[in-house]
Nanobody, 111 residues
Framework: QVQLVESGGGLVQPGGSLKLSCAAS????????MAWYRQAPGKQRELVADITSGGIVRYADFVKGRFGISRDNAKKTMYLQMNSLKLEDTAVYYC?????WGQGTQVAVSL
C-alpha cells in the first residue's frame, strides 16, 4: 500500500508564496513521474506540473514562470514552490503518483 501525504497549504495574500510537499511512503520500490494537480470549487481537476524520475519537468501554461516543481528521490518527496500567487490559484492541490492520489492540501489566496 502506498501513501501520499501533502503538506504546506494555507492562506496567503495575492503575490505571496507557499511551498507544498508530497511525501511518499509504503510499499513502493521506485517512483516514476510525480505530479501536482489542483481542483478549484466547481471545476475539474487539472494538471499543474509533473516531474520524471530523471528530473524532466512540465508545467501548465497558467503556472509557467511562477511555480517550480522539484523532487528528492532519496526522500521520496516532491515539492511545489509557488510564487506570485493569484486569486485564481485557490484550490485543493493533490499529489499524484500513478495510480495513487494524496488527500490534498488547501491553498487559499485571498485579500
Amino acid at each position: 500500500q502506498v501513501q501520499l501525504v501533502e503538506s504546506g497549504g494555507g492562506l496567503v495574500q495575492p503575490g505571496g508564496s507557499l511551498k507544498l510537499s508530497c511525501a511518499a511512503s509504503g510499499s513502493i520500490f521506485s517512483i516514476g513521474t510525480m505530479a501536482w494537480y489542483r481542483q478549484a470549487p466547481g471545476k475539474q481537476r487539472e494538471l499543474v506540473a509533473d516531474i520524471t524520475s530523471g528530473g524532466i519537468v512540465r508545467y501548465a501554461d497558467f503556472v509557467k514562470g511562477r511555480f517550480g516543481i522539484s523532487r528528492d528521490n532519496a526522500k521520496k518527496t516532491m515539492y511545489l514552490q509557488m510564487n506570485s500567487l493569484k486569486l485564481e490559484d485557490t484550490a485543493v492541490y493533490y499529489c499524484y503518483v500513478s495510480p495513487h492520489w494524496g488527500q490534498g492540501t488547501q491553498v487559499a489566496v485571498s485579500l
